[in-house]
T-cell receptor
Framework: DAGVIQSPRHEVTEMGQEVTLRCKPI?????LFWYRQTMMRGLELLIY????????DSGMPEDRFSAKMPNASFSTLKIQPSEPRDSAVYFC????????????FGDGTRLSIL | GQQVMQIPQYQHVQEGEDFTTYCNSS?????IQWYKQRPGGHPVFLIQ?????EVKKQKRLTFQFGEAKKNSSLHITATQTTDVGTYFC????????????FGKGTKLSVKP
């Protein structure tokens, strides 16, 4: 079975550029989560969706971050404009039938903003 | 807001020694989950505990949920080099407003 698929795996770009991260959840999962992981702050929840609808975006750092889920099999996290402090590993995860159910994580996108 | 604290932050052991990581919440939890993240990898779900005082075992791993449902532990017996990684607990308060909160993790290194 295919797990959560994220792309790209690595992204290096210059400050000020737009960055788009992509995620395909496990088929049939109705919850999708975006996390950011850094050494200093650990694993932080940015936003999550239920049935393609954003439910809680209180973890989104600022207006430069936006996320969409146009359908059940695709979500994007966009940063515009990007800043060096956005450098981190971004994970997408999905779960079935509840936000407190076990989450399945993708391999992550390692983002470096120069 | 809800906080999940995990100790220790790092643990270095000799292969064959035991290892324990502890997780404490500021609020009562409806459930607790444990994940393992290998170096360079992604968190992988290990187990979920929901009942007060619950104990579950997976081979050399023993997971426990406290009676008050505010703390949990993961114990590994006779560590192996394959146990290397960061172990995270994640707690949910069960309320409609809350989310699953991850601890900062315990990074385990095992010396052969």
């Amino acid at each position: 079975d295919a797990g959560v698929i994220q792309s790209p795996r690595h992204e290096v770009t210059e400050m000020g550029q737009e960055v788009t991260l992509r995620c395909k959840p496990i088929s049939g999962h109705d919850y999708l989560f975006w996390y950011r992981q850094t050494m200093m702050r650990g694993l932080e929840l940015l936003i999550y969706f239920n049935n393609n609808v954003p439910i809680d975006d209180s973890g989104m750092p600022e207006d430069r971050f936006s996320a969409k889920m146009p359908n059940a099999s695709f979500s994007t996290l966009k940063i515009q404009p990007s800043e060096p402090r956005d450098s981190a590993v971004y994970f997408c995860a999905s779960s079935f039938s509840g936000k407190f159910q076990p989450q399945h994580f993708g391999d992550g996108t390692r983002l470096s903003i120069l | 807001g809800q906080q999940v604290m995990q100790i220790p932050q790092y643990q270095h052991v000799q292969e064959g020694e035991d290892f324990t990581t502890y997780c404490n919440s500021s609020t009562t939890l409806s459930n607790i989950q444990w994940y393992k993240q290998r170096p360079g990898g992604h968190p992988v779900f290990l187990i979920q505990l929901v009942k007060s005082g619950e104990v579950k075992k997976q081979k050399r791993l023993t997971f426990q949920f406290g009676e008050a449902k505010k703390n949990s532990s993961l114990h590994i017996t006779a560590t192996q080099t394959t146990d290397v990684g960061t172990y995270f607990c994640a707690g949910g308060d069960g309320g409609s407003q809350g989310n699953l909160i991850f601890g900062k993790g315990t990074k385990l290194s095992v010396k052969p």
